[in-house]
Nanobody, 123 residues
Framework: QVQLVESGGGLVQAGGSLRLSCAASGRDSRSYAMGWFRQAPGKEREFVAAISWNGGGISYADSVKGRFTIFRDNAKNTVFLQMNSLKPEDTAVYYC????????????????WGQGTQVTVSS
């Protein structure tokens, strides 16, 4: 069992930055790949970024490439999502998710989920 707790969301103006954090706890949590997904009102949950258990594999959605960076600190059991050049269309609830070892871009492939953190980007 892995527990995930997100933090760092908030309200920011377009062009601004936010850093999301996801703290993981539980057995073997360091061996899990971590993903970030987001869900805007009335839309399906969509993939944002993912990182493998050792950081060797990383994937981004096309919509965030060049603006968002995912990285992890296994010593602290935490994964981060640095979001720069934010746009109003980035507004959503952002969720952290975990699955064993390798990254996936499909939400149903992830076993554990956090409660989500709201990101709102004003124009």
């Amino acid at each position: 069992q892995v527990q995930l707790v997100e933090s760092g969301g908030g309200l920011v103006q377009a062009g601004g930055s936010l850093r999301l954090s996801c703290a993981a706890s539980g057995r073997d949590s360091r061996s899990y790949a971590m993903g970030w997904f987001r869900q805007a009102p009335g839309k399906e949950r969509e993939f944002v970024a993912a990182i493998s258990w050792n950081g060797g594999g990383i994937s981004y959605a096309d919509s965030v490439k060049g603006r968002f960076t995912i990285f992890r600190d296994n010593a602290k059991n935490t994964v981060f999502l640095q979001m720069n050049s934010l746009k109003p269309e980035d507004t959503a609830v952002y969720y952290c998710a975990a699955r064993p070892f390798t990254i996936q871009t499909i939400a149903t492939e992830y076993r554990y989920w956090g409660q989500g953190t709201q990101v709102t980007v004003s124009s």
